[in-house]
């Protein structure tokens, strides 16, 4: 039987972010874990499924695209899900850096989100992603 909340991944170097997003979404009974770097976020996601990835792109001396693009290429990394009929990669990406339409829709992201940013607008994605993931055991 599936506990309540959904199973998260943080990338974000900002430890005083992560912590405070993190902080606000255990208090809705998600599970976080947090990477801080594009290397710890690839050992988690294969090591584990996450129902919804936020993703900040501004990693000291890496391209968050770069990294995204890699995940998508993996196929032992399996974080798609479908939404509306068509495969989305469950990533909300989280950066001061502007995100062309085009790009979110080539790497099928589920959205965008701008620093600063509410949030609210990162807990509607969680509450989201608890919905349609399937019962499992964690």
């Known amino acids: 039987m599936r506990q309540s909340g959904a199973y998260i991944l943080l990338v974000e170097d900002d430890e005083i972010l ?3 997003i993190s902080r606000n979404l255990h208090m809705r009974q ?3 874990d947090v ?3 594009g290397l710890v976020a ?3 996601l294969g ?3 996450f129902d919804l990835i936020i993703f900040d792109l501004d990693f000291p001396g890496q391209a ?3 990294l995204l693009r890699t995940v998508l290429q993996e196929p032992y990394l399996h974080t798609n899900v479908v939404l509306k009929q068509r495969w989305a990669f469950p990533v909300v990406v989280l950066s001061v850096m502007r995100v062309s339409i085009q790009l979110l829709t080539e790497l099928q992201l589920l959205a965008y989100v701008p620093k600063p940013f509410a949030m609210e607008a990162l807990l509607h994605f969680a509450a989201q992603a608890t919905t349609r993931s ?3 055991v964690r």
């Open 35 to 37: 990477a801080h770097d």
């Open 42 to 44: 690839l050992n988690l």
């Open 64 to 66: 968050g695209w770069d």
């Open 134 to 136: 399937p019962d499992t």
């Open 18 to 20: 992560s912590d405070v």
């Open 47 to 49: 090591a584990k499924t």
């Open 30 to 32: 998600h599970h976080v």
